[in-house]
């Protein structure tokens, strides 16, 4: 049976993954912050008989350091990890910076998803068939991206900072993809819809009525899980493949430009330097490939 993280797993979409694949014999992990939450699919864990099967590490994916801290723990307790499922993210209609001086969505959002993608990888690369699946909002035009301000200091909207955030996971994707190559994890991005979950945010007086009447107009969770849990059984052929409501979408258009992909991962690089943050590995390991080429019985 397989190792399954999933970051944002307390609530909504990640804790129905977790429970179906509970229910499936899988190993779950949970990255994220509540323990109460956590307690409470633990209890859904038990009713299951899997409780066994469920491991909680502690972190806020919006602060780098507990990211990392978490990434750490997870390489140190399963050599090989199956599937990442990436979920985490939490809507602020005014701008907030965190502990280490990074606006939240950026930090939460995309960093954690970046160093939780690439931090996992030499334990991804060890399983037969390892998949990445980021739950974003692919498809959205590049022009979303403010390239000269990421962090959204100038003109702030909580809406526009989760778009900007759905593409920069598209252009993770894109990345990823390319680095690791053919034999690496596959990475899929999957834009469910709107959907009936615990719709995270701290929302001001004009948006909250918008968001009441998404939450009326919303699917279940359980109509949304299919495709997830589709790719979770048998991941795609492509390094790189995306789905908006469970319909595929290509990933050759300007949408999924690679050079505005490799820009983005070479500020991402340098604001993770400034923060004086160690940066995450990306693409494969040399030593890890010539472990895989080596034939049994030959000298170390």
């Known amino acids: 049976m397989s190792v399954v993280v999933i970051a944002g797993g307390t609530d909504g979409i990640g804790r129905a993954v977790a429970l179906q694949r509970l229910a499936a014999g899988h190993t779950v992990v949970l990255v994220g912050r509540d323990p109460v939450k956590v307690d409470a699919v633990q209890a859904q864990a038990s009713q299951l008989n899997a409780g066994e099967r469920l491991h909680f590490v ?19 307790a399963y050599s090989t990890v199956d ?7 939490h809507y602020h209609s005014r701008r907030s910076v965190t502990a280490e001086g990074v606006e939240e969505n950026f930090a939460l959002f995309y960093l954690s998803r970046y160093l939780i993608s690439h931090g996992l990888a030499p334990a991804l690369r060890r399983a037969p068939r390892a998949v990445v699946i980021n739950v974003a909002g692919p ?17 702030y909207h909580g ?40 719709f995270s945010g701290t929302y001001d007086t004009a948006t909250l009525p918008h968001i009441r009447a998404m939450q009326q107009n919303a699917k279940p969770v359980s109509a949304v899980l299919p495709p ?52 995450p590995p990306r693409g494969p390991d040399p030593e890890d490939d010539r472990r895989r080429r080596r034939r049994p019985g030959e000298a170390r």
């Open 159 to 198: 809406g526009a900072a989760l778009g900007q955030g759905g593409k920069l996971n598209d252009l993770l994707g894109v990345a990823f993809a390319e680095q690791y190559g053919p034999a690496g994890p596959r990475y899929v991005l999957i834009h469910p819809g709107v959907t009936a979950t615990g």
């Open 139 to 155: 498809g959205a035009d590049l022009n979303v991206v403010r390239w000269d301000d990421l962090e959204l200091r100038r003109d």
């Open 228 to 279: 997830i849990l589709a790719v979770l059984d048998d991941p795609p052929a492509d390094p790189l493949t995306a789905f908006v409501e469970g319909v595929r979408l290509r990933v050759d258009t300007a949408g999924f430009d690679s050079r505005a992909a490799r820009r983005l991962d070479e500020l991402t690089r340098q604001r993770l330097a400034a923060l004086d943050f160690d940066l």
């Open 83 to 89: 599937a990442v499922v990436l979920c985490a993210r």
């Open 58 to 76: 502690h972190a806020d994916l919006s602060l780098l350091r507990e990211t990392s801290r978490a990434v750490e723990h997870i390489r140190k």
